[in-house]
């Protein structure tokens, strides 16, 4: 029989006010095995847990209950202060009377009687505890990366310079993601690339990095401190080791019609390309659906020209397998595909494109050379119109739209409101909002700038039609604060189109098990606590990936990620969960059903020599689990037809236990 | 006490198993936005629906539960990879023996909550207790021995 010790929690008013811990811990005096019970304003608080230790002194107690909030809350926090003081932090239970009994119900003697009725099921758990001990796994002291933008970047520069190694995946030839395709950055106006390359280039020459651009994670397993991670590296027809990136190759080959993403297709690029000047790796790759050699057997160009004989079309996909101690997400972000926006006419008219394409028309590296041009025609626009929040903020999602605001829009408009002023005087520029969303550093007086300065004219209200004809663009929208229709003569109209997350990362999310919000956003592991963590032991999120940031959000996200990783990969040793599954060797009869059911190979077979009654020996085969690999789900206790297989803190006489204690 | 169904003040007893890493976080997501349910509803947590064991369903119902739900991640969310997929087996197989038991199978169910749907855990819940308080108390798998009066 344990000795227990139950302690409520009034948690100011929060669990008080709809609660009487009172009555509780008074309910508790009389619950068999009770020894112990006491209520206290904060529980958490050092008087509170100091309470709970003197207690366990005190009264010699075996096992503690507390009465408080979610146990994803303080559960650490309480399993922590009882193990201070050398009380097996498993034989610790919380009842969860906030979350999900004060919180949630209003009536005091319905709260009340659940309370009890909750603090009754935990203490029938302590009765059954075992005190548990975590096993040790050493930690890989190598981390990886999966996006080699901006956020991804920051995280490998911040753990390569802890010392340690770290591996870049980036899908695309080379990093350097979305922030290599701005033009300018706000509010500050200074040149995106002249901050992107040089730590492109950092990453790059980083010995302590190693890039594997042009490939994919395929395959995840092993769980904090051993992934094995399986990274596919795309046939890139051209050998890196041998390639200097002198850009010969690019400048003979004759197929010159495949679309350039890195100018979103607004103008080609040959079938061999390095996606811009400053790429890193500064490396050739063949484009197989556009390649005339690949696909028709004829050409052979490249390889005739290249000196370093880097050219090789038999290359194929290969797979290879690497360990890791940590990952980290830093998949980044898409812009949403308004062609389904039939009133703007993006797909009808190539003078309606969305920002990051205005992005590369003002770009001087981008396929006007800087000079703002219309697709259309290569006439300089007189009349601009920018249309906010298209997909964005729109609960109906039949189009795609997005519920949330994509956060960055507003300040991007404003900037090109302002370039496009700054470049040329004359040009009459209309913003339409819903609101101006401008919270951030110097970011309301950015945007106040480009009405009051530049003389840009926002205007509050929607764009209901934009109707190609005769080379210019009509505008119908209307103006909600004067209550009027508009008609306007533009020339381009640019969209601020949401942006949604990579649409790897769902993909990615389940090699990872890491869990995602309704809008494919990666959920951190706690919304105010846990920012840059998964819920998945051992996954950090850096950068858009887990939501719509700006630059310097994501920076500082990516060092906190990489800060987390540090922290990980410094120690020697991991201690495991201690939750896991166990088989009764007496009961097992080896019919393999748990391991099939394993979803970690965690469960393997051994012969094992039994003593019978007869005192001969029998060998027979039974289960063994890892603790190691075992990650505590329970699929195996059961699927157990014999009933051996039992899991350590959450074992079936403990959930009976708990039922039983409900039903009373 | 236990209730009869002449009782006027039955409320039902219902147990849900919520998997910690999404419906037992969507709970506590309804809580920390504060969107009632039903008192009556009491949670126990497991690490992943697929370690609730169908003789913890049927131990409820002998103890005097009402009605038992079931609460995991969405198909192919799940924390574990593929622990709720032996859950939906394993209930679809469980559930359709229960008539032979003399439970109604509506006094179960299945339902995915992820950890960001608060409001849906409320949905389930208002809605399953309203089902089962439709049905009314169930008794037909009692242990008499149970009866604490």
């Not at chain 2, 002998?62 to 079931?70: E, K, P, S, Y």
């Amino acid at each position: 029989m344990q000795k227990i010790g139950v302690f409520v929690c009034h948690c100011g008013t929060n669990i008080a006010a709809t609660v009487d811990v009172e009555a509780v811990a008074e309910a508790a005096r009389h619950v068999p095995g009770v020894v112990y019970a006491t209520d206290y304003t904060y529980m958490c608080s050092q008087s509170g847990q100091d309470l709970i230790k003197d207690a366990v002194k005190k009264y010699g107690l075996t096992g503690v209950v507390v009465c408080s909030c979610s146990p994803r809350m303080h559960e650490k926090t309480f399993r922590k202060a009882v193990n201070s003081i050398g009380m097996n932090p498993y034989m610790l239970e919380i009842a969860n009377i906030r979350e999900q009994c004060s919180w949630v119900h209003k009536d005091k003697e319905v709260g009340t009687e659940k309370a009890i009725s909750l603090m009754k099921a935990a203490v029938a758990k302590v009765e059954l505890d075992a005190p548990l001990t975590a096993g040790e796994t050493p930690v890989v002291k190598r981390a990886l990366v999966i996006g080699g933008g901006i956020a991804g970047m920051q995280t490998a520069l911040d753990i390569a310079d802890a010392g340690y190694d770290v591996d870049i995946v980036e899908k695309n030839p080379t990093i350097g993601g979305k922030m290599a395709q701005l033009d300018k950055t706000f509010p500050t106006l200074d040149c995106s690339s002249c901050i992107v390359t040089p730590k492109m280039v950092d990453v790059g020459q980083n010995d302590k990095i190693h890039i594997y651009s042009y490939s994919e994670v395929t395959d995840v397993k092993g769980f904090v401190g051993n992934f094995k991670v399986t990274i596919k590296r795309k046939a890139r027809y051209v050998d890196e080791t041998k390639c200097t990136g002198c850009g010969l190759c690019t400048e003979k080959c004759p197929m010159k019609k495949a679309p350039n993403e890195f100018n979103l297709g607004l103008n080609n690029r040959t079938a061999i390309y390095i996606p811009f000047a400053q790429a890193v790796p500064k490396v050739a790759t063949i484009d197989p659906n556009y390649c005339l050699m690949l696909n028709k057997g004829v050409c052979g160009l490249c390889s005739k020209v290249c000196d370093a004989h880097a050219i090789n079309y038999k290359d194929t996909d290969k797979e290879i397998e690497v360990e890791y101690g940590a990952i980290v997400a830093a998949t980044g972000y898409e812009i949403m595909d308004v062609s389904k926006y039939d009133e703007y006419a993006y797909a009808q008219s190539p003078d309606v494109v969305t920002s990051l394409e205005y992005e590369r028309l003002m770009n001087a590296a981008g396929p006007t050379g800087g000079e703002l041009l219309r697709p259309s025609d290569h006439k300089r626009p007189k009349t601009i119109v920018f249309v906010q929040c298209v997909g964005s903020r729109e609960c109906d999602s039949t189009r795609g739209g997005k519920p949330y605001c994509s956060k960055i829009c507003c300040m991007y408009t404003a900037k090109h409101a302002m370039l496009t002023k700054d470049h040329y005087p004359d040009t009459d520029i209309y913003v339409f909002y819903i609101d101006v969303r401008t919270p951030g550093k110097n970011f309301d007086e950015f945007y106040r700038r480009a009405v009051e300065q530049y003389g840009v004219h926002y205007i509050k209200g929607a764009v209901g039609k934009v109707t190609p004809e005769n080379g210019k663009l009509i505008v119908q929208a209307s103006d909600l604060l004067m209550n009027e229709q508009l008609t306007i003569n533009a020339d381009m109209v640019v969209l601020a189109a949401a942006i949604e997350p990579s649409h790897s990362a769902r993909h990615l999310a389940t090699l990872l098990t890491a869990s995602m919000d309704t809008n494919d956003w990666f959920t951190e592991a706690h919304p105010k606590l846990r920012p840059v963590e998964s819920p998945t032991a051992g996954v950090f999120l850096s950068g858009v990936c887990q939501g719509p940031k700006d630059i310097p959000e994501t920076v500082a996200q990516a060092g906190a990620a990489a800060s987390k990783v540090i922290g990980l990969l410094s120690k020697d040793k991991l201690a495991g969960n201690p939750c896991v599954a166990h088989s009764d060797e007496m009961m097992c009869t080896g019919c393999s059903q748990c391991a099939d059911v394993c979803p970690y190979g965690a469960i393997t077979y051994v012969d094992k020599e039994f003593r019978m009654p007869d005192r001969t020996t029998k060998v027979r085969r039974v289960a063994e689990v890892n603790p190691a690999v075992c990650q505590g789900c329970g699929a195996c206790t059961v699927t157990c037809p014999s009933g051996a297989m039992d899991l350590n803190g959450f074992s079936n006489s403990e959930i009976m236990a708990e039922v039983d204690a409900l039903c009373r | 006490m236990q209730m009869t169904s002449d009782n006027e003040n039955w409320e039902p007893k219902i147990i849900a198993f919520c998997c910690n890493w999404c419906s037992y976080s969507g709970a506590d997501l309804a809580g920390t936005n504060r969107l009632s349910y039903p008192a009556n509803v009491k949670i126990i947590r497991v690490p992943c629906s697929c370690r609730i064991n169908p003789m913890f369903i049927l131990r409820a119902f002998q103890r005097g539960a009402d009605g038992v739900i079931l609460c995991g991640c969405h198909p192919g969310d799940c924390h574990y990879m593929t622990g709720n997929y032996h859950t939906r087996r394993r209930m679809t197989l469980l559930f359709s023996m229960l008539d032979f038991l003399g439970i109604e199978k509506e006094r179960t169910r299945v339902e995915w909550v992820s950890a960001a749907e608060g409001q849906r855990f409320v949905d389930v819940m208002n809605d399953f207790v309203g089902q089962i308080t439709e049905l009314g108390p169930s008794r037909r798998l009692e242990d008499l021995r149970c009866r604490t009066n």
